[in-house]
């Protein structure tokens, strides 16, 4: 219960790297098999890409045991007169290594993925180029390299019209899965085997039901308050235009949601990576922010005066509140649960925008219907006996809820989440006492109107507490975490029984040379296991915190290997892979006996230690 603020955000960054050059070893190779000697003019073709993964190396599988890895991605690349069906990853391997206790899903060796290839008539008699990009990450028993990507391409003939085409390689495709029409690239998700095997009827009721469910996730509770402000404005009178309005509603969210699913079927699966972007975040965030001011009283938001008289705001109010539609609808568009993003990756990856704007407009459907009941209530609330002064209380507790969304909505952007429930902790401290005895709202209830006011300021006062002892515990538990994610470290902030560690920089290096000071400088990355398994058991050992204190401990964050800071990074200290702990001496120099570029346990690496150490 006390992450559900955030449990909905995913924040699976995907860096897509060149490992660093080695020429002497090569990880893998692919080439392409087909089952004929030529393709088939005007019909499809089964084809392969056949990977060979060099030993000591293994790849991690299409399917990944933890969401941090980097999974093996093929993606094909378009041509004119050219496309391709649904790629066929095989079954991963479930292997444990030595840095790491848990099973790892990975390919090793030869392995094949199969797909199907349609070549346009117009190509008949001449040759088709079919080529891709291969994206997976390397590790062998000891390191893990950066994600990397490689590119490869074949020439095939293509059939003239009528000419027989001869079968080859049967018995590598007599053991394949049956074949699918191209066009289809995703995976074997819920959502691709419910429109394979039910049909698009199904999956669109599918879709539909998980819009509905949607209106569990966090980011859409700021769309009640907005919703009940505004139809409780637009009745103005006719109870009877209150569903009619409420559909209109519905359908300008449908629309800003039916636009995402045209931009992904257009640019890609990319968007759902898009729409978790710190800026755009922190723009919904800023939306958040301006609508709470909006229910202190600040200012009314209203559709544009320009815009209102061009489209007939007169005209029973349908053009203003469709514009309400569309805006809420990108409130509620960071909802990417893992549904949404199957869906936009499964778009993206058809490239149907007609599809896009359909699965789109009957998820946001399914969202929007607890809106109408919700709105038609909204526009009846200035009917109920006794309005007045309490739903100016009410519209200020909506307004705090919404300052704690716009926390909410920028939580990837805090180091840790210790400033995060902080914030969380005094506005909900601050709201309880402003909303319980501060306010000066009157009602009509006579006594009972004040005790509700004492026994909702109580309630958010105890959720900042709440919130407050969460901060701790987030602080202590995540403390490795933020310095993993390169953070600013510093000792003296440090409880007693963890490293000290502190962020490379030159600038440290200098200062160690100048207190004659060995210094050790952990290389790791965010997709790394070795490097965790190294912080949860090495790092972790009382031995060890006590003699790190004898030296300077460094971290170097390598996850966003294609950076030009982090390659020069790796030049300089020759780092082929992660992690890789580098020693110093007090003058600076590398004692490269100590080097080690595997997981490592407290035992070995207190030896180590002892090698290096005056």
Not at 94 to 116: D, G, I, M, Q, W
Not at 240 to 269: D, K, P, Q
């Amino acid at each position: 219960m006390k992450r559900i603020l955030w449990i909905s955000i995913l924040l699976l960054p995907v860096f897509t790297a060149v490992a660093p050059a080695d020429d002497e070893e090569k990880i893998l190779d692919a080439k392409l098999l087909s089952s004929a000697e030529k393709l088939l003019p005007g019909g499809s073709t089964r084809v392969a890409v056949q990977l060979q993964i060099h030993k000591p190396w293994h790849v991690n599988g299409h399917v990944v045991a933890d969401d941090f890895l980097i999974p093996t991605v093929i993606e094909f690349t378009a041509a004119e007169g050219i496309s391709f069906g649904k790629i066929d990853y095989p079954a991963a391997e479930e292997k444990t290594f030595a840095f790491s206790e848990n099973p790892v899903l990975v390919y090793e060796e030869t392995v094949y993925v199969f797909t199907a290839v349609a070549v346009s008539p117009d190509l008949a008699g001449k040759e088709a180029t079919l080529g891709g990009v291969i994206s997976y990450q390397a590790c062998n028993n000891e390191i893990c390299l950066p994600p990397a990507e490689y590119e490869f391409s074949q020439t095939f003939p293509v059939a003239g019209q009528g000419e027989p085409v001869k079968e080859i390689n049967e018995n590598l495709f007599g053991s394949a899965p049956p074949p699918a029409e191209p066009g289809m690239k995703t995976g074997d998700s819920d959502l691709v085997k419910t429109i394979e095997s039910k049909g698009f009827f199904w999956a669109f009721a599918a879709i539909f039901l998980a819009g509905l469910a949607l209106n569990l996730t966090p980011c859409v509770y700021p769309l009640i308050p907005i919703t009940i402000s505004y139809f409780g404005g637009q009745a103005e009178g006719k109870k009877g235009n209150l569903l009619f309005l409420s559909l209109v509603y519905v359908i300008g969210m449908a629309i800003t949601y039916s636009v995402l699913g045209v931009a992904a079927a257009l640019t890609g699966s990319i968007l759902g990576a898009w729409l978790q972007n710190p800026w755009v975040l922190a723009f919904i965030a800023l939306v958040m922010v301006a609508l709470a001011l909006s229910m202190f009283g600040l200012y009314e938001i209203r559709v544009p005066a320009g815009l209102a008289n061009f489209a007939g705001k007169s005209k029973q109010g349908y053009f203003g509140t469709l514009f309400m539609g569309l805006t809420v609808g990108i409130i509620a568009a960071p909802c990417i649960g893992p549904f949404v993003l199957g869906l936009l990756t499964y778009v993206g990856e058809k490239g149907d925008p007609v599809m896009g704007f359909l699965m789109f407009f009957v998820l946001a459907l399914g969202l929007g219907v607890p809106f109408i009941f919700l709105a038609v209530f909204s526009g009846a609330v200035k009917y109920m006996p006794r309005s007045g002064g309490w739903m100016e209380w009410i519209r200020k507790i909506f307004g705090f809820i919404l300052i704690g969304m716009a926390f909410y909505f920028i939580n990837p952007l805090f180091k840790n989440d210790l400033w995060y429930y902080t914030l969380l902790g005094l506005t909900a401290l601050f709201a309880g006492i402003y909303l319980g005895w501060i306010d000066a709202t009157q009602g009509r209830g006579g006594k009972a109107f004040p005790l509700v006011k004492s026994l909702v300021g109580i309630l958010f006062i105890f959720a900042g507490a709440f919130f407050w002892v969460t901060s701790v515990e987030a602080y202590v538990d995540g403390r490795l975490r933020e310095l993993r994610q390169g953070g600013p470290a510093s000792g003296a902030l440090l409880p007693a029984n963890e490293i000290a560690w502190e962020t490379y920089s030159e600038s440290q290096l200098q200062a160690a040379r100048a207190a004659q000071k060995p210094v050790m400088i952990d290389f790791y990355a965010d997709w790394c296991i070795p490097c965790k398994e190294l912080d949860k058991f090495t790092f972790s050992d009382p031995r060890v915190i006590e003699q790190s204190k004898k030296m300077l401990m460094l971290k170097a964050d390598l996850t966003r290997s294609q950076s030009e800071e982090v390659q020069a990074l790796q030049k300089k200290y020759n780092i082929k892979g992660v992690p890789t702990l580098v020693f110093l001496s007090p003058s600076g120099e590398e004692i490269s006996a100590a080097r080690v570029v595997s997981f490592v346990n407290a035992d070995k690496f207190l030896g180590v230690l002892e090698s290096v150490l005056p």
